[in-house]
């Protein structure tokens, strides 16, 4: 594992924290309508800067609370591991597989955001380093508490409407992806080149099916 500092896990909190400022700050913006997940708004509108931008805003302090905590501890294990800027691809892909997901499955008037479709980008990544390196008990330990955490999240999703479950399976499938596809540089051993680009090409695949099945749904596409 790596030992410098999460400097891309600051940089992203950074981010969040300076968005989460100005919604509060500055109302007058209105961050959360300009930018905010709105699935109509995203094909009817042209506005596809939303499958990325809803990864930085949150809607209310415990929102973003609970994600900023998740994500400092969350990422700096995360980063350790994976590197600096193939952190950044897995933690940017989770969120936008996230925001494709919520495009496809949720309902037309569902407003969506925060980190946590990219979390579960990170916690996607984590699951295949454990499926990777199981003689390793430091990871096996982690591994096991993320995939309890996850389970949770998404029994709680269940039951609780505020909770884009959708959103948090297409972030833990594209992150789960991400990370085989780019592995972790200490272990290109145990990513075989074969596995990695069928990965990527998993990737795609979703993101194209995504896209297809939000259009139909729209009615854009039969």
Known sequence: MRKDKPYVTYAFFAINTVVFVLQYVLPSLGIENQLGMFSPA???QHQYWRFVTPMFIHFGLMHFALNSVVLY?????????FGHWRFGIIYLLGGIMGNFASFAFNQPTTLSGGASTAIFGLFGAFLVVGLHYRDNGA???????????????LVFGLFDSTIDIWG????????ALAGWALAVPFGQDRFTVRARVTAGL?????????????????????
Do not use: D, P, S
Request: with cysteine; proline share 0%; charged share 5%.
């Open 202 to 222: 998993f990737f795609i695949f979703a993101l194209v099916l995504m896209v297809f099945f939000g259009l139909r749904k729209f009615g854009l596409y039969l």
């Open 139 to 153: 990871i096996q330990a982690l591994t096991r508490q993320f995939a309890l955490f996850i389970l949770m999240n």
């Open 73 to 81: 501890y969350m990422g700096q294990q995360c980063e350790a591991i």
């Open 168 to 175: 948090h399976l297409g972030g833990l499938t594209g992150g």
């Open 42 to 44: 995203v094909i009817l």
